[in-house]
Structure formats: structure tokens, C-alpha cells
């Protein structure tokens, strides 16, 4: 991986940085790249929902967050707007390899977090990828090795780790749990298993789910350090 710290928000990284940002009402007072702001004002994002506003300034900040809202609360720009700084941050490109990997339950959330996605790095240069079968698994093969950031099933992930030679996750700096309570609910928490032991563990980890059982606290006991928790139960 490209060694950090050359870009002057990397600095903001650490303790301190929630203080300073934990009022922010828009994306606007955030520390966020220019090239992600200008997307979000494209796609006219202006206002922070609440569980953007609870984590994003701790996600922004490097650290592990489980964050639980209910669905329709914006919890894919919580998670997709750290991802995408943080590569940018480290000046990650397609040779550097997987930087950042989302898990969601089902291909239909998988392609609407690739929308999302496509709006928020629109004008980044940042090559992602879907893994969610429907395609054959030697066409998505040959793709895998080219993207800096992959939208993914737990069932097809793994068939890919697998599968697919040279398919390397050890520079993975963030991974994404989309919707762990469906994932869990889903019956993949073995797959997840599998996939998190093939994956760094010097990592961050953003966790999300609609809702907060004792499964999905487990899961984060396991995949998560010194998390923040932060559940939001009513939009502001
Ligand atoms: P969740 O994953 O919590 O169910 P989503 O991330 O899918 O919710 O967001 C629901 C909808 O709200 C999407 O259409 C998304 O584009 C929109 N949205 C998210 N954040 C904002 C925001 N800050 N301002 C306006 N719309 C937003
Ligand atoms: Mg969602």
C-alpha cells in the first residue's frame, strides 16, 4: 500500500477529529475531499441525515463503527463516503489492488450501494466492481484483479477467494457489513467467517444493520475494534 500522510487530511485521522466535526450539519463542514464534495452537490446530497451524522465523523476519523438505524436512514453514504476518502487519502490506485470491500445480503442491495457509489465517486477516479454472480464466474475473474473497491455478496466473495487465482485481499484497509442483520438472518455466518479470516486484521470495519440483536452485537464483538456504537431510533 502507498504509504499515507501526504495529503493534509490524513492529519485529521485520530483523536480530536470527532470533537471538531461531531456539529457538522452538511457535507460541506465535513473534512472531506473536494472531489467528493462536488459529487455530493451533483447529486444535490446537502444535509446529513441523523446516522450520518452520528458516524460519519468517527468513520472519517479511521475508526470502527456500528451503526444501527432503521432502513431508509442514509446508512450507504455513512459507510461509502469514508470508504472512498479514505482511498483517495492514500492515494490508492488499481494496482494497489482490494482497498475496500462492502458485504451486503442480496444482489438488489448490492447494485443500489453500486449506484450510490457511482454517484459519490463521480468525480474520483476510483475503479469498482460488483461481485454478485448473474455474470460468469471467469468473467467476473478477470475483472476482480483491477478493482480498488468491490460491492459484493457473502456467497460469491467467497467462491472468488476460493477460485480465483491470485485474488489477493492482504492490503484491504476498510471493510463494510452492509445490512448484518439480514446477512446473519440469511444464514451467512459461517461464509462471513470464512471471508473475514482471509482478510487483514490490521483493518477499519464499519458495521450496519436496521437493527441491534444480540447476533449482530456478537458479530460485532468479533469484527470490530474499540467500536463506536451509535444507534439512531428517529430521524432529526
Ligand atoms: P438505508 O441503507 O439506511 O436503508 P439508504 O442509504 O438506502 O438508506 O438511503 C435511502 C435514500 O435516502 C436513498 O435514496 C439515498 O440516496 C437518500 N439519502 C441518503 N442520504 C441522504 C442525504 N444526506 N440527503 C438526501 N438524501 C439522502
Ligand atoms: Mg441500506
Known amino acids: 500500500a502507498p504509504p499515507r500522510g501526504s495529503n493534509p487530511l490524513a492529519a485529521q485521522e485520530g483523536a480530536g477529529a470527532t470533537t471538531s466535526y461531531a456539529a457538522a450539519r452538511t457535507f460541506d463542514e465535513l473534512p472531506l475531499s473536494q472531489y467528493t464534495k462536488d459529487s455530493l452537490k451533483k447529486y444535490k446530497f446537502v444535509t446529513l441525515t441523523a446516522v450520518q451524522r452520528a458516524t460519519l465523523p468517527h468513520a472519517l476519523a479511521g475508526r470502527d463503527v ?22 483517495y487519502r492514500a492515494k490508492w490506485t488499481r494496482l494497489d489492488g482490494l482497498g475496500a470491500l462492502v458485504l451486503t445480503p442480496t444482489r438488489e442491495l448490492a447494485v443500489q450501494i453500486f449506484e450510490e457509489l457511482r454517484k459519490v465517486g463521480h468525480f474520483h477516479d476510483l475503479s469498482a466492481g460488483l461481485l454478485i454472480g448473474g455474470k460468469a464466474v471467469a468473467e467476473e475473474a478477470a475483472r476482480v484483479h483491477r478493482m480498488a473497491m468491490l460491492v459484493a455478496t457473502p456467497g460469491r466473495l467467497l467462491q ?62 468479533l469484527s470490530l475494534t474499540d467500536p463506536e456504537y451509535l444507534a439512531v431510533h428517529a430521524e432529526a
Not at 444501527?68 to 472512498?84: D, Q, R
Not at 472468488?160 to 444464514?187: C, K, N, W, Y
Open 160 to 221: 472468488h477467494l476460493d477460485e480465483t487465482p491470485g485474488f489477493d485481499t492482504s492490503g484491504l484497509q476498510a471493510l463494510v457489513l452492509d445490512e448484518a442483520d439480514r446477512i446473519l438472518d440469511m444464514g451467512f455466518a459461517a461464509t462471513l467467517d470464512a471471508i473475514v479470516a482471509n482478510l487483514p486484521r490490521e483493518r477499519q470495519t464499519l458495521l450496519f444493520s436496521a437493527t441491534q440483536t444480540k447476533s449482530v452485537r456478537d458479530l460485532a464483538r
Open 66 to 87: 456500528l451503526g444501527a438505524a432503521k432502513t431508509g436512514s442514509g446508512k450507504t453514504l455513512s459507510f461509502l463516503i469514508p470508504l472512498v476518502e479514505k482511498l
